[in-house]
C-alpha cells in the first residue's frame, strides 16, 4: 500500500500517495476521483517505479482553495510536487480533468517530462473533436459550469450523484465498495462540491492556454493516448497534428474511468511504453 503524506507546493497542501522506488511516474486523476482512481494500478507499477498519486487542488485531501483551477495553476501546482519530492523528471499518466494540466506541463516542460499518457478527455477547443462534440458537449459540463448551482441542488444527494458518473464510467458494472464510498466522502459538502466545480467553471481558461501554448510548440516528449467510451479517438485526433511522437490505443469495452473498469488491460499498455529507454530530441 502507497503512503500518503501532505507536502505544501505553489502556496496550497498537496495530498500524495507515494509506493514504491525507481524512475518516478505521476498519475493525474479526474472527476469524481482521488489519487485512490489508480488503486488496480499502483502496485504493479510500484515494482520498477517510484509511483507519485496526488489529490489535485481542491480533490480529495488537498487544499480546497478558493482559485487556481485552470490548467496553467494545476501544471504549476504538479511542477512543484516533484520538485518537492526531490525528482528531477517523470513519465505522467493522466485522464480525464488531469490531462489538460499533463499536456500544459509536457509542452512546457519537455525536460520534466519523460513520457506522456493522455486519456479519455478533450484538450480545450483544439481541432479534431468535431465529431465527438457534433451532438454538444456532455450534459455536466454545462451544469457544472453554473456557479453556485451544483453544489446548491446537490447537497444531500452526493452519494447518488457519483454513483451515476461511476456505473456510467465503467459500462454499468460499478466499482469495489471501498472505492466508491472513498469517492463520495471526497465529494461530500458543498466546499468539495464547489472545488469539482472549479475545473469546469473554468475551462475557457484553460482551452484559451492550451490554444495559445500550441501556437509556438510542438509535444516532443513520446505519448500515448488511450480512448474508450465515450471519448474514443477524438483526443488521438487533436494530438496528432502538435504531437511528434504519438501512439494510441482504443480500448474495447471499456468505460471512462480506464484505471477501474480495465486495469489489467491499462497495464498491459502503460507497462512497456513507461519501461523505454527515453528518446533523445534535438532542437
Known amino acids: 500500500m502507497p503512503s500518503t503524506r501532505r507536502i505544501t507546493v505553489n502556496g496550497i497542501q498537496v495530498n500524495v500517495a507515494v509506493a514504491g522506488s525507481g524512475p518516478a511516474v505521476l498519475l493525474l486523476h479526474g472527476f469524481p476521483h482521488t489519487w485512490r482512481l489508480w488503486s488496480g494500478i499502483i502496485g504493479p507499477l510500484a515494482e520498477h517505479h517510484r509511483v507519485i498519486a496526488p489529490d489535485l487542488r481542491g480533490f480529495g485531501e488537498s487544499t480546497r482553495a478558493a482559485e487556481g483551477y485552470d490548467a496553467s495553476?494545476?501544471?504549476s501546482d504538479v511542477e512543484s510536487l516533484l520538485?518537492?519530492?526531490?525528482?528531477?523528471?517523470?513519465?505522467?499518466?493522466?485522464?480525464?480533468?488531469?490531462?489538460?494540466?499533463?499536456?500544459?506541463?509536457?509542452?512546457?516542460?519537455?525536460?520534466?517530462?519523460?513520457?506522456?499518457?493522455?486519456?479519455e478527455s478533450l484538450l480545450g477547443s483544439l481541432p479534431g473533436a468535431e465529431d465527438f462534440l457534433a451532438g454538444g458537449p456532455p450534459w455536466w459540463f454545462g451544469f457544472h459550469a453554473v456557479p453556485g448551482l451544483g453544489e446548491t441542488v446537490l447537497i444531500g444527494h452526493e452519494g447518488e450523484y457519483v454513483d451515476w458518473f461511476l456505473a456510467s464510467g465503467?459500462?454499468?458494472?460499478?466499482?469495489?465498495?471501498?472505492?466508491?464510498?472513498?469517492?463520495?466522502?471526497?465529494?461530500?459538502?458543498?466546499?468539495?462540491?464547489?472545488?469539482?466545480?472549479?475545473?469546469y467553471r473554468a475551462m475557457p481558461v484553460s482551452a484559451r492556454q492550451i490554444a495559445e501554448a500550441v501556437e509556438d510548440r510542438r509535444l516532443i516528449v513520446p505519448t500515448m493516448a488511450i480512448g474508450a467510451h465515450p471519448v474514443g479517438r477524438a483526443l488521438e485526433r487533436q494530438?496528432?497534428?502538435v504531437t511528434?511522437?504519438?501512439?494510441?490505443h482504443l480500448l474495447p469495452d471499456c468505460g471512462h474511468i480506464i484505471p477501474l473498469d480495465k486495469p489489467r488491460e491499462l497495464l498491459g499498455l502503460l507497462t512497456p511504453f513507461l519501461g523505454e529507454r527515453p528518446s533523445v530530441h534535438s532542437g
Open 73 to 75: 495553476t494545476l501544471a
Open 83 to 119: 520538485d518537492a519530492l526531490g525528482e528531477p523528471g517523470a513519465a505522467v499518466v493522466a485522464i480525464d480533468a488531469g490531462t489538460p494540466v499533463a499536456f500544459l506541463l509536457a509542452l512546457r516542460r519537455p525536460d520534466l517530462v519523460r513520457r506522456l499518457v493522455l486519456m
Open 170 to 199: 465503467t459500462l454499468g458494472r460499478g466499482v469495489v465498495p471501498e472505492i466508491r464510498d472513498a469517492f463520495v466522502h471526497a465529494y461530500t459538502g458543498r466546499e468539495a462540491l464547489r472545488c469539482a466545480f472549479s475545473y
Open 239 to 241: 494530438l496528432r497534428p
Open 244 to 248: 511528434d511522437d504519438l501512439t494510441a
